[in-house]
Nanobody, 124 residues
Framework: QVQVVDSGGGSVQAGGSLRLSCLVSGITYSTYSVGWFRQAPGQEREGVAA???????TVADSVKGRFTISKDNAKNTAYLQMNTLKPEDTAMYYCAADEKRIYGLGTLAQYNYWGQGTQVTVSS
């Protein structure tokens, strides 16, 4: 049974940093794709960053230069390092994973396994 547990959210002031973690367990393949999505109140869930099964990374234009995604296969954990946070980054952040290779950010439907979400709040 695959489980995805995301954590690391919190409240910070604008300009601050947070690192989100995504622990993936039970996945049978040695490599897998991981994506980070976020959803603000009243907004659709949008892709933020993704790392493919081949290690290639994709970052949304809205966070490019500020957010970095990485994955430690030995720890089955992916990370989203978020720097220079802005109030508009406030949202619930979700980690998603799948065994198949996903190109770019991928769509919501392409990821079969989702975390419960972790809240990020950035105050001005």
């Amino acid at each position: 049974q695959v489980q995805v547990v995301d954590s690391g959210g919190g409240s910070v002031q604008a300009g601050g940093s947070l690192r989100l973690s995504c622990l993936v367990s039970g996945i049978t393949y040695s490599t897998y794709s991981v994506g980070w999505f976020r959803q603000a109140p009243g907004q659709e869930r949008e892709g933020v960053a993704a790392i493919g099964s081949d290690g290639r990374t994709t970052v949304a234009d809205s966070v490019k230069g500020r957010f970095t995604i990485s994955k430690d296969n030995a720890k089955n954990t992916a990370y989203l390092q978020m720097n220079t946070l802005k109030p508009e980054d406030t949202a619930m952040y979700y980690c998603a994973a799948d065994e198949k290779r996903i190109y770019g950010l991928g769509t919501l439907a392409q990821y079969n396994y989702w975390g419960q979400g972790t809240q990020v709040t950035v105050s001005s």
